[in-house]
């Protein structure tokens, strides 16, 4: 993720009832037998990936005493019912961590559902909260109702907005675009919040092993807004950077460093990679297997596709930033050599996002999608996708504005925000030509693009135009859960995101201050997107209110230029 800190501002059939069990024995025979110890459920249920006939149920069985392997019966049942309507038996086994995943399949299209799941021991049986999901609907034109977050940091905060996304009414999903968890220790980034908050990352240090980032996972897990929050709709998440380690890539990161002994970063990935799988509610793309190509397309009726992305440790090409990039130069010439060949480094066209198999992959699905009569194709791209560029800030603020700079990471950038650059190398605007082949496979299908990120800690609403300069979609951002943005660090300047819109011809609005989500609406016809802040992230008490509405109207073959509401 692109973050401002004292680091640096630049720096099983398909038919069937039971589904599939993944990474876990069908355990036909655990109805037979009981667990010996006690055992808890202390992480909540979740769902995820709706399709119209199925969808992933999630678990954690804690064993508080007892060895081996816990039978775990699941449930799905209709609002008000008590009869399953699909159920089976799985297994909470030591080799998952003692979570569970089942893909229940035999549901019906466009239904909601309650679920949950009961641990057989010699104690009696122990049984879950129960969650609600839903199933998208197979074809028609109704309402699609969705949240989109991201950046939810333990220490930085409560999670507030978790509470009041459950609060929400009639979501079909919520769309998390990365920044789950976070991998710093309690020395790292957001430390000293959590120190006065009670909020420290456990474990203490960086996660880099299968059994830190499983630890990191549970932590996160046990919070009970994020719980209510899983608990309230199925779930689409696709990861950034932090799930496995900040500003990542195919060949490494920014915060992996081998030489302080931390391994291998091939290794680390993978780590991650399976912890994210037994603890988030994803389908994995061959169970059992840990693979980083997570690519997957959801569809809501004939209103909206949402092609979820992963735009990290496949096929990015490494990321670029304009603090070492620049770091050295002192007179204006220098300064401007660099400039030149760190833009031409990011033009190359061999740099990539996504890899060319998830290029030919979302080329593909943009037309089966537009040829299939969908409205709307949605983009899980985590970063944004806008040009960007900052106000000239050494120019246009006041004395006393400068003054009240109290950091010097933030002094050192002022003079940066002179020279007019896109200053987030790390989103689609280090990958400028990937970017391009993405607006044309956008064009060649006629498809009607909402690209859908997080990753800033801010909120946007901008209209995306390819290099000759036509309009290929519009771009809504989320703030985050609790991670501080822009606005946290530059001091005095209240009205910074109009600042940012102005110089801006993709930024339509941006606010760079608070937390929350947003609400993301779809007809036929529109796209509405509903940027929802919360009061407070440090106290139990808060309230929620609406920061700006903005919608956009389906044109032949396109998209129209967003307008306030």
Known sequence: MTQVTRRGLLGGAALGTIGSTIGLAACGSAAARTYSGEVAFQHGVASGDPLPNRVILWTRVTPLSGAGPIPVRWEVLRPGQSEPVASG??????????????????????????????????????????GRTRTPAASGTSAVNIAITSCSHYSFGRFNAYRAMAAERNLDAIVHLGDYIYEYGIDGYGSEVGAQLGRLHEPSTEIITLADYRRRHAQYKTDADLQAAHAAAPWICTWDDHESANDSYRTGAQNHNPEEGEGEWSDR????IQAY?????????????????VWRTFRFGDVATLHALETRLTGRSPSMSWGPALAGASDPAGVGARVQATLQEAADPARTMLGAEQEAWLNQELANSVAAGAAWQMLASQVIMARVVLPNFAATLTPAQIAAQDMPEVRAFLPFSALGLPWNLDAWDGYPAARERLYESVASAGARLIALAGDTHTAYANELYDGRDMRRGVEFGCTSITSPGMGAYVKAVPDLGQRIADVNKEVVWHDPFGHGYTLVSLTPSRARAVFRKVSDIYGESFTTETAATYEASAEPGGVSELRAV
Request: zero cysteines; a negative charge; aromatic letters at 10%.
């Open 277 to 293: 799988f037994e603890w988030m509610p994803i389908r994995e793309p061959v169970p059992g297997e840990v693979t980083s190509a």
């Open 269 to 272: 990935k993978q780590v991650a």
């Open 89 to 130: 038996m799985v297994e909470a086994a030591e080799g998952r961590d003692f979570t569970v995943k089942v893909d229940a399949g035999g549901l019906a299209p466009g239904s909601d559902y309650v679920y949950r799941f009961t641990a057989l021991t010699e104690h009696g049986d122990i049984t879950s909260p129960e």
